[in-house]
């Protein structure tokens, strides 16, 4: 006789059994002594691998530590590879080879201290005047090649700095480079000019506020701010000028 039983959604058939083969016990029961079943499988299949593993009598095949020796000829060989191992920059004496020796020259950000933030400007200015930064040709021409592939790079403007190439105009008129300012640059340079050019900065809109996009532009230098990022408040430019007049302390103007 078939037994009507509500079957779950997801059981589409059940097939016929006799009473006495059906396992009436709980599910709970059921998953106990299967989870025991396997847990006395796995016991009995790690004692047999330990005894296999005993009777086998494996040989340890440890890897001896290098000697002193050994790693000079490892290093050794590593130096003689056409692409530099970049462990070698970590081991003495190949260490040195992997600095530039532009890297030696003296730059003008090594003479920074921050007791000259206290001086007044004349106090500065003789300051200055003491230090001797001797660069030569040869010094330039490595500080060159070192670094022309790396103008994205901190050591660029670090080797660069104080040593003009190009020289940048921040024209609010975007003025045609005139015969007199090509020789002002040449003057104040030298033979290391290599061109004077316009950059893309905010333009005034009158003919009268030349004077103070130019110390806006100053401002941004001195405060470390890139003049070509920036967009001053036109309409707040001239008072805030008076007020760094008055209080006698320049700071950056306006921006929108």
Known sequence: MKCQWILPPFVKDVEYARVRDINFKYAKKLKSELDENIENLM???CEEFYEEK????????????PTQGDMDALFSELSECKIKP??????QPYAESYVKSSRHITTVT?????????LSYPELLKVCMSIKLDITKENIDQVE???IKQAKGINFFKHRAGRIGYVIVLDSMMSPISQELQELAENLVGGNLKGVRNVNVQQQQNGSDCGVFSIAFATCLVYGQNPLTVTFNISKMRSHLIRCLQSGIMDLFPTI
């Not at 009777?55 to 440890?62: E, H, L, N, T, V």
């Open 43 to 45: 016991n009995d299949d």
């Open 54 to 65: 005993k009777k086998s009598k494996i040989k340890d095949k440890s890897v001896p530590v």
């Open 86 to 91: 970049v462990v070698l920059s970590l081991v």
């Open 110 to 118: 090594d003479f920074f201290d921050k007791k000259y933030l206290e």
């Open 145 to 147: 090649r070192d670094t």
